[in-house]
Every structure is written in C-alpha cells, then in structure tokens.
C-alpha cells in the first residue's frame, strides 16, 4: 500500500507554485499551517507529478557555457538566469525585474557584453560589445563557428 500524501490541499499547493512560492517558503508554510515537515525536494517531485513548468529555465543562447561551479552565483550569470526566466514568459519578483532591468541599461549604456572565462577566478566579465555580438553576451568562439551552443543549466 502507497505511503498517505503529505500534501493536505492539492489545489492550494499548486496554487503557491504558480504564484511562484519557493520550495522553502512552502515548506515553512506547510510546518506553520498543518504541523507537517516536507522537504523542497518532495515540492520538486509534486510539481513534476502534477505536470507544472519546471522552475529551471534553460537558455543556451544566453547561457553557452559550461559554468564552472565556484562561478555559479557570480552576479552576471545571475542576471543572465532572470532573462533567460523573462524571455521564457515566466514572471519576475518586482526586485528581480528591477535588477535585471538596471542591469541591462547598464550594459546598453556601456556598450558591453557578458564575457565568460572559466580559468579566471572572476569567471565573468563586461567587455565591449564587438559587431558580431547579437546578445547580451559574447559566445564562445566554438560555438559561433558552430553556429549552436552546448546545453547548460540555468537554475536559480
């Protein structure tokens, strides 16, 4: 026999996700509300079985590269995962928008582009914007050459 659904309300629970409740607010939420202790990987697994997007947005235009890991909360590859989110169609946090969208006329008022390096210890850098960058970033000369880019997560 099935071990008994820890999940109380389905329509509440998919509700806060749609809203864009993080696993952790959720979590607290579900201890404060019913006395239940979950876990953020059991609100990943319910959000897959109720067939609802994914909260990870990939974006290998914005995103090419394989990052390396002690770059991955860098504040450029940061702003690069809320495009990616806001090119998706998903909705950003009022803060989030704000940023992203201070950071973008930064970079259109500098004329410069993301540029990545995973053998530096900054990783990421705002280089100036050259004739073949059609982005916001400048990708890999491999990947030009190739004419696509290799799939990288973008998770937040």
């Given amino acids: 026999m099935p071990a008994r659904s820890k999940v109380q309300n389905t329509g509440e629970a998919v509700r806060w996700i749609e809203e864009g409740k993080s696993y952790s607010w959720i979590v607290a ?3 404060e509300k019913y006395g ?4 953020t990987s059991m609100w ?7 067939g609802l997007d994914r ?5 290998t235009d914005l995103i090419p590269w394989a ?3 002690k770059h991955r909360w860098k504040y450029p590859l940061t702003m690069l995962r809320y495009e990616a989110r806001s090119r998706a169609g998903h909705e950003l946090k009022p803060d989030q928008r704000e940023r992203l969208d201070n950071w973008k006329a930064t970079l259109e008022e500098k004329n410069r582009v993301v540029y990545y390096d995973p053998d530096t210890e900054a990783g990421f850098f705002l ?3 050259e004739e073949t960058d059609t982005d916001l970033i400048r990708a890999p000369k491999e990947l030009k050459a190739k004419g696509k ?8």
């Fill in 29 to 31: 939420k579900y201890l």
């Fill in 36 to 39: 239940i202790e979950t876990t």
């Fill in 44 to 50: 990943a697994t319910f959000r897959h079985r109720q």
């Fill in 55 to 59: 909260q990870i947005t990939r974006d």
């Fill in 67 to 69: 990052v390396d890991t």
């Fill in 127 to 129: 280089v100036p914007r």
């Fill in 149 to 156: 880019a290799a799939e990288v997560k973008t998770e937040d």
